[in-house]
């Protein structure tokens, strides 16, 4: 495809109640949509960076400016591109995943719709529904924690993630499995605000049944991860720690993990997604999809992914009303516990003018 010109545009979304994790509260998203426009069609990606650099060092004034001066320029200067040549392309320049993500998934959503494929067909995906599980932020109290539990498994999720810090962990897990039963699938988040140090008191987790304890100790430590593992009984998994296949494999090699949650925005795509999901299945390493808040267009696509047959723990792919009072696309509603796999072109989804229209900052149209 050869590239007629890119959009920038920043959209505003208040979520539908503050979401708390150990390293800060977010109560409204400013996403950055891109939108790619060929003479055969026009594809949508999603940035997931935050305001600020917490998760990761990306953040969204950020991306909009390496997009601007560097990722954008350079994948319209050739004669032509389809997704796979995106990353490619872009490998010179270091760093900014998510920005980079946002880019392929756009050329890729234009690509597919010009060819009539779906995105879940072109990753190999073998389902056509996925189990939905959901976050729960960090709460003021218990009593506040179970309420909210209890709302979301009425709503019929069939798996249950807390976030967890220092000071909120062993007292919450235990008043939601005395709640709710062992029969709960249920695992921690700890977005690594723990050190080593803390293996002991990380231990006491292991008599809840959890599946899995989330990236306990800092993203850049596979060693201490693997020391971690040795003292656990409750699997470990890595979550910011995977930046891509090679540290995916480092990972497994040397015993950092049993199970990794591929977020495509954090390893630079879908395509580079897929190559971990492969990776994994080939060592007998569970995955799952883990989720950004994304609006429906990066939920289309995360659905898509999680459909993949090595996915065989439920992920973070809840419905649009778990964030969003509304969704910048039609909502995507929770069925049983699953979320349905879009099966049109491309993403299979697109923006509802009226509502983008509303909630747009900013835009910014680029020619090639």
Not at 40 to 51: K, L, Q, R, Y
Not at 100 to 121: C, I, N, P, W, Y
Not at 132 to 142: A, F, K
Not at 241 to 246: H, L, P, Q
């Amino acid at each position: 495809m050869k590239i007629s010109g890119i959009e920038l545009r920043r959209i505003d979304l208040p979520l539908v109640a503050p979401f708390r994790t150990s390293f800060g509260v977010e109560s409204e998203r400013d996403v950055l949509l891109v939108r790619v426009v060929t003479p055969e069609s026009e594809g949508w990606g999603e940035c997931v960076a935050m305001s600020a650099p917490l998760y990761s060092s990306e953040y969204v004034d950020a991306s909009v400016d390496v997009l601007r001066r560097f990722l954008i320029p350079e994948l319209t200067s050739l004669p032509s591109v389809d997704g796979y040549g995106v990353a490619h392309a872009l490998a010179k320049f270091k760093g900014h995943r998510m920005a980079k993500t946002a880019l392929e998934l756009a050329v890729l959503d234009a690509q597919l719709r010009a060819s009539g494929e779906s995105f879940a067909r072109f990753l190999g995906a073998t389902a056509d529904r996925v189990p939905c599980g959901v976050s729960v932020g960090i709460m003021n109290s218990v009593p506040e924690l179970l309420d909210a539990v209890d709302g979301y498994l009425s709503e019929g999720y069939v798996r249950i993630k807390l976030k967890i810090e220092p000071g909120w962990d062993v007292e919450p897990v235990r008043a939601v499995r005395e709640r709710f039963g062992d029969d709960v699938l249920l695992q921690v988040d700890a977005n690594a605000a723990y050190t080593l140090v803390d293996a002991g008191h990380l231990s006491k987790l292991d008599e809840f049944g959890l599946l899995l304890i989330e990236q306990p100790l800092a993203n850049d430590d596979f060693v201490q991860h693997a020391a971690l593992a040795k003292q656990l009984r409750t699997p470990v998994c890595l979550d910011e720690s995977i930046e891509s296949v090679e540290h995916a494999a480092a990972a497994i090699t040397l015993g950092s993990c049993s199970i990794i949650n591929i977020k495509p925005a954090r390893v630079g795509g879908y395509i580079e997604a897929r190559k971990i999901h492969d990776l994994a299945s080939a060592h007998g390493v569970a995955v799952w999809c883990g989720g950004m808040l994304e609006t429906g267009i990066g939920r289309a696509a995360n659905v898509a992914l999680a459909a993949l047959p090595g996915f065989t723990l439920p992920g973070d792919t809840s419905g649009s009303s778990r964030y969003y009072a509304t969704d910048v696309t039609e909502p995507f509603v929770l069925d049983d516990g699953h979320l349905s796999v879009p099966t049109g072109p491309g993403l299979g989804v697109e923006p509802v003018p009226d509502v983008l229209a509303d909630i747009t900052t900013w835009s910014e149209w680029i020619p090639a």
